[in-house]
Structures are given as structure tokens and as C-alpha cells.
């Protein structure tokens, strides 16, 4: 699976979008881009994936570079609950579909 | 509808003390099957999966094991514990979607 990159941690204003980005240069043709969160105390919530065309669901949207080297994940009215850790994944639906995590991004949504 | 069930939400044992953890799922048949830890203030680390009944797959060298005696149980064991197995235990399943389930979690605490 590609190594994924992201910022240690960001802060957005509560009701403003919140965007996250995340770097994955070594990304394969066959790789999906996977967004999951980690609200403190829980497991892993899934988000939203993509492969090359951009997606967008009831939680956030996803937006894929045309190289597919980088994505963003877009919160588009973040609300204090959505404080969490983000976590970006790039991976193939290869035996076992494992997914590794990374150290994500803290986001932090403020009042 | 797919649930996932762990237990117990909390555990305290002695070092040296035997482990069990035991995750169930609801609602999907022949789901891959996953166990990670986080240590405090750490990331996800995947220990153990499963794509089927008895076949198990460790992911890093431990003090630990896991084996799938039925579709949809899947349980963590050790025959001693250590510090270090410290953490938080959360078991997953995959049920050949893109999205992985995950389950409200065990802390163990080792003492």
C-alpha cells in the first residue's frame, strides 16, 4: 500500500469547511483513497473513498488530483463533533483488504 | 443490519495473567476479520486478520494470538501477559464492501 502523508494537526472554526489534506505521490492505478476518523475513545468511523473521480456522501466530500498524487477531504460545515483524528489510507482491495493506519491529522473544531 | 459486539468494555489483569477478548458480528457471513491495538497516545496498529474460518494472519511479531473458531467470532488471546500489552483492542470486520466496521473497543489495562 502507497504511504500516505498528512498534517499532524489543524484547527477550524465551527460552521466553516474544513479541509484536510493528504499526500500519497507513490499511489498505484489500482489504489482507493480511504478516509476514516477516530472520535477519542471509539473505533475508527468510515468517511468516504475514492479511486479517481471525485465523491461526495452525507458526511464530506473528496476531491482527487488529476495525478491522483494528493486528495482533500472536505467537511463542509464542521461542527465541534467532528473534532476527531482523520485518517488517510491508500489502498488496493488485496488479500485480506487491510487497512494500515497512519499518525492522521488531529482536527481540532472550535467555538 | 451489520453490528459488531466486543467484550468486555474494560479489563484489569495482573501481569502474567492469561487474555481472552472475544468479537462477534451480526448481520454479514464470510466478513474478514481484524484485531488492532492502541497503546496510549499512539496510533492504530493491526495485529491480527482473518479471511476465513481457522486461517489467521499476524501482522507483527507479539506476545499475543487470535484464532476464528466460527464465520463471525474472532478472540485475542495471551497465555501471559505484559506491560506492554497495555492498550486499546478493537476488533473489525470487513464484509467484502469497501467500508470496515469496527466495534466499540476493550481497554485493557496490565498491571
Known amino acids: 500500500d502507497a504511504k500516505t502523508t498528512q498534517p499532524t494537526s489543524m484547527d477550524c472554526a465551527e460552521g466553516r469547511a474544513a479541509n484536510l489534506p493528504c499526500n500519497h505521490s507513490t499511489i498505484s492505478g489500482n489504489e482507493y483513497v480511504y478516509w476514516y476518523r477516530q472520535i477519542h475513545s471509539q473505533g475508527p468511523q468510515y468517511i468516504i473513498h475514492?479511486?479517481?473521480n471525485n465523491e461526495t456522501n452525507e458526511m464530506a466530500s473528496l476531491i482527487i488530483t488529476e495525478d491522483r498524487k494528493s486528495s482533500t477531504l472536505i467537511l463542509p460545515h464542521a461542527t465541534l463533533r467532528d473534532t476527531a483524528v482523520y485518517y488517510c489510507?491508500?489502498?488496493?482491495?488485496?488479500?485480506?483488504?487491510?487497512?494500515?493506519f497512519g499518525a492522521g491529522t488531529i482536527l481540532r473544531v472550535k467555538s | 443490519s451489520q453490528t459488531i459486539h466486543q467484550w468486555p468494555a474494560t479489563l484489569v489483569q495482573p501481569v502474567g495473567s492469561p487474555l481472552s477478548l472475544e468479537c462477534t458480528v451480526e448481520g454479514t457471513s464470510n466478513p474478514n476479520l481484524y484485531w488492532y491495538r492502541q497503546a496510549a497516545g499512539r496510533g492504530l496498529q493491526l495485529l491480527f486478520y482473518?479471511?476465513?474460518?481457522?486461517?489467521i494472519s499476524s501482522e507483527v511479531p507479539q506476545n499475543l494470538s487470535a484464532s476464528r473458531p466460527q464465520d463471525r467470532q474472532f478472540i485475542l488471546s495471551s497465555k501471559k501477559l505484559l506491560l506492554s500489552d497495555s492498550g486499546f483492542y478493537l476488533c473489525a470486520f470487513h464484509p467484502r464492501t469497501h467500508e470496515q466496521f469496527f466495534g466499540p473497543g476493550t481497554r485493557l489495562t496490565v498491571l
Open positions: 489510507i491508500a489502498r488496493d482491495l488485496g488479500y485480506g483488504n487491510k487497512l494500515v
Open positions: 482473518s479471511v476465513g474460518i481457522g486461517q
Open positions: 475514492g479511486l479517481k
